[in-house]
Every structure is written in structure tokens, then in C-alpha cells.
């Protein structure tokens, strides 16, 4: 090869080859140098090893000597040696006939001549051996082959299937091989072309070309769909915007009829693609509900599109394989403090757990000393969260009369004066561990969140309940500027429940109509009121006075929860009542001021301190009064019909549920007030039938739970209760979910907006409340904020 590059290079490489072959030198030189020493070492060893090997042998020729020179001497007495040659040991004998030997050999290696093989002349020949061992080795490989081979022939031939070489889908197969052969080389004077369009079409290429067109055949159903129309669209558009419509005041069910409405042109043409082929269960309004969802779903399969996931997805949602699911159920407050967010989810919690088929851990806030002498009742206060488990567990099982087997865990909370609430400190969600975090139940889930920052409800567990317990927008529109912050906290409460709730369930009609919110009551009542309502059934029936007393009302003493309507109602039927009297059971802010009203006003009322419902002094009343519209669902209420009293109340959303008990008597006007007053004075209430206790039990109450917030479909992995819903909810597989889409944008900017301390404050937010404090991590034990979410930069 002709070499190209310039003069000055070959110099330079001609001068780099010089001084390479002087480094080599130098190297061969070293390595020659090293060799001798490691030869002239492992000489010296050698001879080390020899001259060890001589000082051996010498003292085994000495003990040798030794030995035989003591074997030839008689170990017995010469009394008993007899003529017999018998009587000499045997082994005697023996070292007699070695001695010669040994002494031939001593002589042999002690002589001048002999020397020790040196390293490089010893050679030992082990061919023969190897040869033996392989010969060996061989037969016995041939001996397996021979058996395998035996035993093959007799069982193909007793199962009578095929022979050794007589399996025919193997014979036609290499037949077919050797006749393409023959082809190919029959024709090997043709061009390539004809070769391969002979290969193409032959019999076998065929054959194979049609099985695996069957296997990767097209499903049926995918043929022939036609493409998507204009209305389609358009309504299609429509439905995934409600949660956008319904922000700016569009609600949700002129949405569907805006839907119904561009669709009943085409609803014949879509009844047809969407009625499945088999029988199905489901009813006419049933599939129209689904028709469109199946139509833009059944267009997306035809085309083969599968959406990987929304802008706002997130992974980390816990896939848990263990043989129980986990519940959390998260609240706003904690015993001793006696309202219905601390009683209530307590006995829920207990009552999911009695049955054993889930984990169950409720999380409640933990108060600093300062805040818990303002909240908890007789200046009770706790020094560890050891001690108010304590108090909480000895509280319950007194009342529920078994041992409930759940977790208690505490997450920082701090008092707030002006909403009378305690208000979460830091990231709520990160007090479940990870590998707890499966199912959650947020009670009061808009309270949870107003200032939530932290980790989405929603992506960190699989599914997400919340559970309404109070009005607040009743609450708010008392205040100063009512109408005005009213209007800002219902949407507030829709956005958050929206973005971090995958089902809403609220204690009934009179609470805000959120997204994706039904109405049920999942409340009971505690077994002890439903006991003392059986003994008082069983004295009335012995035919002794059970209600000796006349009417009470029994709450805190606040003015929203139902004191105004109560004053205003005896103020103004003072003449009608005359002779009634009604003692109050209650401690609150407002207590002195309400006192004051009611004794300005002259009105037959009595005020007591507040004590549990349960308490003896209570049992003798024959009627609960409760004119309150502000409560959501009155825990009193439900009480007083378990102890089997007539209860008077407003004919209100609130109320609606105890309206089915006949010792329930509402009144709509102030007269019909005064008229279910004198009724209820003037007789007596009826016992309550079984099926009227378990209403109010919790054993029922846990069982619409599991019922209306889908629970029991999700402990048991079921998401539908036919294969065709089934596939409608299974259609986020292959079509993007705009609602999904909407709920995530509105998570991550409320995220933001909490995020802001100054944004915070302007709401109404308790200064420093976006993290916990010193004094919560010492009593809870936690890593300083800064630890556990640190802030990377320069």
C-alpha cells in the first residue's frame, strides 16, 4: 500500500520506532532480570523442600528400625510360647517379611548415585489412567443412551401415539422441507424472482401464512365502525367540560340536557353501536346514560389509539397485594372535646374494624398545651399522645362493649379562635405511611383542605372518600359580610372537593350540593342510648312512669346552633305556652349573652351546665326540643329517639331523615310549633320496633356506608357490577378524561395558591400554619420541617 503522509510525519515516526525498540529493550531486560531472581528463589525453595524431605526420611528409617527391632522380640513369656508356629502373631510375621524390603530400599536411596528428579525432567505418564477413566465414562453414557432409548420405545408404544421416528405432523413436516429442496434445486436455473414467488405460493407458505392470521386476528367488533359526527363531538365536549361549566355557575344537570339535547337526533344510530349483542341486564336509561361514552370508545378502539395517561397523572398510587386493605379515616377533632367530627368518626372507625376485613387507622389532631386548656372540656389536658389514646380507647369501650382493634395516630393541629376549629398544621396526607395508603375517608373534607399543601388525597391513595358533616356556608352568612365570603367559600369547597375526593357522601340535604356528592346518612347512634331506650320500653311495659319530667334542650351554647330560633319561638308564643317550662343543658361563647336575652325576655327557661345526653338526670324527659336549622344532621336529635322520646323539630333537609320515626313531630310555622308542642306534652311516645333500632344503630349506619361510598365494591376489586359497565369505566384505558384533566389543574393551583404565606394570611389562614412547629415536633416526635421537606438551591 502506497503511503501518503508527508516527510515530516515518516521522520517522526521513524524517530518514535527507535525509541520504542530501546523501551522494549530495556523492558525484555527487566522482565530477563526478574526472571532470574524468581528462578534462583524457587531454587533455593527447592532445595529447602529436599533437604527437609532427608531429614524425613532419616528419622523414618530410625523409627522404623525401632519398630522392627521391637517386633522381633517376644512380647510374651517364654512359659507360654508352645512348638506351634501358630501361637506367633500374625503381625509379627508380616514385619519380619517387610524388613528385607525396607532395608533394600533405605539402602537404595541412601546410596551416592542417587539423585532427585529435578523440576523440569519429572514426568509422570498418566495416559493409561486417563484411558481408563474415559473408556469408563463412555460405556456408561452409552449404558444411560441404551436405557432412555428403551424406555421411550416402550412407553410411545403402550400409549400407542407414535414410534420412534413415526410422529406424522414431523414427517409431514420434513417431507414438505425435502420436497421445497427438490424444487429450489429442480429449478436452480431459474431467476431469483421465480424462485421466490415459488416459495410464496407453495402449499406450506400458505398454510402457515392463514394460522397466523388467525391468531392475530382483528376482533369482530371493530369492523365497520363508522367515524364520529359533529354532534357527537360537540356533546362529548360538553359533558367532559361540566366541571368547568359547573365553576361558572352551569350546573351539572343542565349540562346532561344540553347533552340529551344535541344527541336525540342521533340516539337511534348510537343505541345501535352501543347495544351490545348478549343479553344484558341493564335497563334502556341505563345504556342511554352510557351510549355516548361506548360510541367515542368503541371509535378510539377502531383506530387503535391507547392514552397513556393526563397531564396531571401521577404513579405512585400503592398497589397493595397484602391479604387486607387499609383504611384511614382522617378527622377534624379529637375526644375529650364532645362534637360530632370527634364522636362519630371514632365509632366509625371501630365499627369498620369489628369486622376483621381491613386495617383501620384513624388520624386526629394533636393540640399544643396551650391550645388544648382553650378546646377540652374541665381543663383536661394531655402531656404525650400516649395518654389521650388512653383517654380516647377506655371512652369507647365503654360504650360500644367491645374491644375495637384499630390504630390511633395524631397529626399537628392548631386551635383557631375566630372559626372556633382546629385547623391542620403541615401535610396531613404524609402522616399515613406509604404502605398504608389505600383507602382514606376525609371527614369534613373541605375543612381538611382549605389550606392543604401537600401531597394530592387522590394520587397517594386508591381511592378517596369524604364525608360532609357540617353547613358552613349557614355558619358564614351570621357573620359580618356574610352573603360575600359565603359566595367565596362555596367555591372554594367545590374546587377542593373536586380535586382531592373520588366520592362525596353528605350526612344530608342541607349541606352544600358538592361534586360528585350524594345524600346519605352514615351516622348511628351510641348502643348505650339504644339500651337505655329498651329499659325505659320494658318499665313502661311492667307498668311503671318512665317520663317524669317535661321538655329540655340539650347543645352547645352558641347562638347558630338553634338558640335564636328557640328565644324567638318562646318569645313570641309566650301566651300559647303559658305554663311551659324548658330546661337548656348547654356551656358555649354565647352562654352569657343568650342567658341574658332569655331573662330580659322573661321566659320560662332554665339554663344548666352542659353534660353528656347519656347521663341519668336526662332520662326522666319526655321531650327533646330542637329548632335548629343550622345543623347538618343533629346527633342530639338521634339520641333522644333512641331513648325512645318525642322529639320536636323543624321541618328542614336537616331533619329529614328522622322523619320516618313516628315520635318525630315537625312543625313548618311557628303555630304548627306550638301545636306539635302541646301534642307531645299531652301524650306518650311509642316504643321502637327492631327494625326502627338497627335504623339508628351504627351496625346499620356502617352499612350504608360501605353501600353508598362504594367501599365494599372496592375491598372486593370490583369496580362495576356488569361486564358492559365494566367497560365503560374501562374506557379511560384508550380516551383521555377531561374531568380528570380539570381536577388536576384545579389541585396543582390550589397547591400553589397555599403554597404562598401572604395568600395564605389574606384568606383567613393561622399564621405559620403551613408548617408544624417546634413545640408539635417535640411532643409528636417529628424531624424539623426543614429535615423532612427540605429546600434545595444556592
Known amino acids: 500500500m502506497i503511503n501518503f503522509r508527508p516527510p515530516e510525519t515518516r521522520t517522526r515516526s521513524s524517530a518514535g520506532a527507535s525509541s520504542s525498540v530501546v523501551t522494549a529493550e530495556k523492558a525484555l531486560s527487566f522482565i530477563s532480570k526478574g526472571w532470574q531472581e524468581v528462578r534462583s528463589s524457587a531454587d533455593a525453595d527447592l532445595q529447602l523442600i529436599k533437604n527437609r524431605a532427608n531429614s524425613f526420611k532419616n528419622l523414618a528409617d530410625r523409627e522404623l528400625e525401632n519398630f522392627i527391632n521391637s517386633a522381633s522380640k517376644s512380647p510374651f513369656p517364654v512359659s507360654t510360647i508352645t512348638a506351634s508356629a501358630t501361637t506367633i502373631p500374625a503381625e509379627i510375621d508380616f514385619v519380619k517379611k517387610l524388613r528385607p524390603k525396607l532395608s533394600e530400599i533405605r539402602r537404595a536411596y541412601s546410596s551416592p548415585e542417587f539423585k532427585w528428579p529435578t523440576q523440569g525432567k519429572l514426568r509422570i505418564d498418566l495416559s493409561a489412567i486417563k484411558n481408563v477413566i474415559v473408556a469408563e465414562v463412555e460405556e456408561e453414557e452409552e449404558d444411560e443412551r441404551e436405557r432412555w432409548r428403551k424406555w421411550r420405545r416402550e412407553r410411545f408404544k403402550e400409549e400407542g401415539q407414535f414410534g420412534e421416528f413415526n410422529w406424522e405432523p414431523i414427517k409431514a413436516f420434513k417431507t414438505r422441507l425435502r420436497e421445497l429442496e427438490v424444487d429450489l434445486k429442480g429449478g436452480s436455473s431459474s431467476s431469483p424472482v421465480d424462485i421466490f414467488e415459488g416459495i410464496k405460493n407453495s402449499e406450506f407458505v400458505v398454510k402457515v401464512k392463514s394460522s397466523l392470521k388467525s391468531i392475530c386476528k382483528e376482533p369482530e367488533d371493530t369492523k365497520g365502525v363508522p367515524p364520529l359526527d359533529v354532534p357527537e363531538l360537540l356533546a362529548y365536549l360538553v359533558r367532559q367540560s361540566s366541571p368547568f361549566l359547573d365553576q361558572i355557575g352551569i350546573r351539572r344537570d343542565i349540562s346532561e340536557k344540553i347533552v340529551d339535547s344535541i344527541c336525540s337526533k342521533g340516539r337511534s ?33 377502531s383506530t387503535g389509539h391507547c392514552y397513556e395517561g393526563g397531564f396531571w397523572g401521577d404513579s405512585t398510587k400503592q398497589n397493595l397485594s397484602g391479604d387486607k386493605r387499609h383504611v384511614a379515616i382522617v378527622t377534624t377533632a379529637s375526644l375529650p372535646w364532645m362534637t360530632g367530627t370527634a364522636v362519630n368518626p371514632l365509632f366509625r372507625a371501630a365499627y369498620l374494624a369489628k369486622s376483621e376485613k381491613q386495617n383501620v387507622t384513624l388520624l386526629v389532631p394533636w393540640l399544643c398545651k396551650s391550645d388544648q386548656e382553650l378546646v377540652y372540656p374541665n381543663q383536661l389536658t394531655f402531656s404525650s399522645p400516649e395518654d389521650q389514646v388512653l383517654y380516647i380507647r377506655n371512652w369507647l369501650e365503654e360504650r360500644i362493649g367491645f374491644k375495637a382493634n384499630f390504630k390511633i395516630s395524631f397529626y399537628p393541629g392548631k386551635f383557631s379562635k375566630e372559626r372556633r376549629s382546629i385547623m391542620p398544621a403541615g401535610d396531613t396526607s404524609q402522616f399515613i405511611p406509604s404502605r398504608d395508603a389505600d383507602i382514606a375517608i376525609l371527614e369534613e373534607p373541605e375543612h381538611l383542605n382549605w389550606y392543604h399543601h401537600g401531597k394530592r388525597w387522590t394520587d397517594k391513595f386508591n381511592h378517596v372518600v369524604g364525608i360532609v358533616h357540617t353547613n358552613y356556608l349557614e355558619y358564614i352568612k351570621r357573620e359580618k359580610n356574610g352573603a360575600l365570603q359565603a359566595f367565596f367559600v362555596k367555591h372554594v369547597n367545590n374546587l377542593v372537593t373536586r380535586a382531592y375526593c373520588d366520592k362525596v357522601l353528605r350526612l344530608s340535604a342541607a349541606t352544600q350540593d358538592l361534586p360528585k356528592s350524594l345524600v346519605c346518612n352514615v351516622h348511628g347512634v351510641n348502643p348505650k342510648f339504644l339500651k337505655i331506650g329498651e329499659k325505659a320500653a320494658a318499665d313502661r311495659q311492667s307498668g311503671q312512669q318512665v317520663f317524669s319530667k317535661g321538655a329540655y334542650f340539650l347543645g352547645k351554647m352558641v347562638w347558630a346552633k338553634g338558640y335564636r330560633e328557640l328565644i324567638d319561638l318562646l318569645a313570641n308564643h309566650k301566651t300559647d305556652l303559658d305554663g311551659f317550662n324548658l330546661d337548656v343543658y348547654g356551656n358555649g361563647e354565647d352562654a352569657h349573652e343568650v342567658q341574658s336575652t332569655a331573662k330580659r325576655l322573661n321566659l320560662n327557661v332554665n339554663f344548666m351546665k352542659g353534660r353528656d345526653h347519656a347521663d341519668d338526670s336526662l332520662h326522666g324527659y319526655k321531650v327533646f326540643i330542637n329548632p335548629s336549622i343550622s345543623d347538618v344532621l343533629c346527633t342530639a336529635t338521634a339520641e333522644a329517639l333512641a331513648m325512645g322520646k318525642f322529639v320536636v323539630c323543624a321541618d328542614h333537609p336537616s331533619n329529614e ?23 307531645a306534652m299531652s301524650s306518650e311516645p311509642q316504643p321502637l320496633t ?3 333500632q338497627y335504623k339508628l344503630s351504627w351496625e346499620a349506619a356502617t352499612q350504608r356506608f360501605m353501600e353508598y361510598s362504594d367501599l365494599d365494591k372496592v375491598l372486593a376489586s370490583e369496580t362495576s ?44 389562614a393561622i399564621p405559620r400554619s403551613r408548617d408544624y412547629d417546634k413545640e408539635h415536633c417535640k411532643d409528636l416526635h417529628l424531624l424539623p420541617p426543614q429535615v423532612e421537606n427540605p429546600i434545595y438551591g444556592w
Open 690 to 692: 327492631p327494625e326502627e
Open 657 to 679: 331523615f328522622f322523619q320516618a320515626f313516628p315520635n318525630c313531630l315537625t312543625y313548618r310555622t311557628p303555630d304548627d310549633f306550638v301545636a306539635k308542642v302541646q301534642e
Open 269 to 301: 344510530k348510537l343505541l345501535l353501536h352501543s347495544l351490545p349483542e348478549e343479553g344484558s341486564s341493564l335497563t334502556e336509561g341505563e345504556i342511554m346514560n352510557d351510549e355516548l361514552d361506548l360510541r367515542i370508545a368503541s371509535v378510539l378502539q
Open 721 to 764: 357490577l356488569d361486564r358492559r359497565r365494566q367497560k365503560v369505566i374501562g374506557k379511560s384505558v384508550s380516551l383521555p378524561n377531561l374531568e380528570e384533566m380539570v381536577d388536576g389543574g384545579l389541585a396543582f393551583t390550589h397547591n400553589c395558591f397555599t403554597g404562598n404565606e401572604f395568600l395564605r394570611l389574606c384568606t383567613g
